[in-house]
């Protein structure tokens, strides 16, 4: 049997008249850049969220650099988040010409760890990004209150749990904004590229509407900008699949719950935990080996047996070769438990399309390994 990691074509599939259709308006709208699709979709991803705004751009790391430069944080500041991130977090810090400072993540969830952040807090800090690891919120609420105290700027890296929530909390709801990514293998993917944030904050909506657009928001009238915006036939893609995204949620939880019963007997991994009150969209189902040496042999095991398991991210953001790469970056504190995670994860195929049979031959694969470990 071979198991695949994404389900795209399938997706598709499910849901090809809607997504047709919408591709269909938009050709024959003849409005393709900045049209009443990517309206319509700023409209619908606003209203998703609960907030005032939503800007279309390019991609979820424009999102996260272009939020910084309109909160004006840019060379000589600095931004907290966590190493075990996508890389894309760091990037961004580093092109809006920002220091990246990384503390470590929470043991359990890996998301950043609120208990580390204000020991990295100098007079030159002025953001923390929380990314959303795997589809679980970060603690928002901790973050928040530091951020508060501090007199910090907060951007939610949302690019993995669209449609969670934390206890008490929504995305979006606590901070200044909320980055999204929509290339495809998100949980909210279209084919291809594309970005979104959302937000409360009126300025951040403009700016961000001109710097997307050459600096200008009236034909022939510019300031300063970038070429960053969301076509409209990824809008129109995009509007069709968020009908779905709750119920696509729901079946990754499904298929994590099945994973959690199958694997729980297993001694040479751990699994994921869904925090109290919080609902983990699994983007990820990422478990991680006790023994960090064992992993590259695990995730061998899995793919020569036709399961398509990958790792996020095996390389921490401050091991990757040639780091900084000249750019402002500090490690604050121990960051062992980034490392770990670095060292051991592995993720399972997840996505809504699954099917049981499939599930249930990627647990039986992994207890086979874990067998014979022990
Ligand atoms: C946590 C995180 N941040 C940022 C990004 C960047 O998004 P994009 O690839 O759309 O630029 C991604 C995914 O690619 C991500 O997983």
Redesign the pocket.
Known sequence: MKVEFYGHVRQYHNIKSEIDQNIQTVLESSQYVMGPMLKRLEGELAAYHGTKYAVGVG????A?WLSLMALGIGPGDEVITHPN??F??AEAIWIAGATAVFVDCDPQTKCIDPAKIEAAITSKTKAIIP?H?YGQCADMKAITEIAKKHKLHVIE?N??AIGAYGDGFKIGELSDATTV???IQ?NLGTFG?G?ALVTNNEKIDSTIRKLRNHGSNARNVHSYGFNSRLDDLHAGILSAKLRHIDAWNDSRRKWAARYTAGLKGAKSFTLPQERKNYRHVFHLYVIETKKPEQRDGFVKFLNDNGVDAKTHYSIAIHKQAGYPWGKGARIAGSVANAERNAASCVSLPMFPELTEQEVDYVVAKCMEWDKAQN
């Not at 991609?59 to 424009?62: I, K, S």
């Open positions: 991609n979820g790391t424009d996260i991130t996508f894309a977090t990314v690891l890296d690019a993995q990514s929509f290339i998100k590229d970005g």
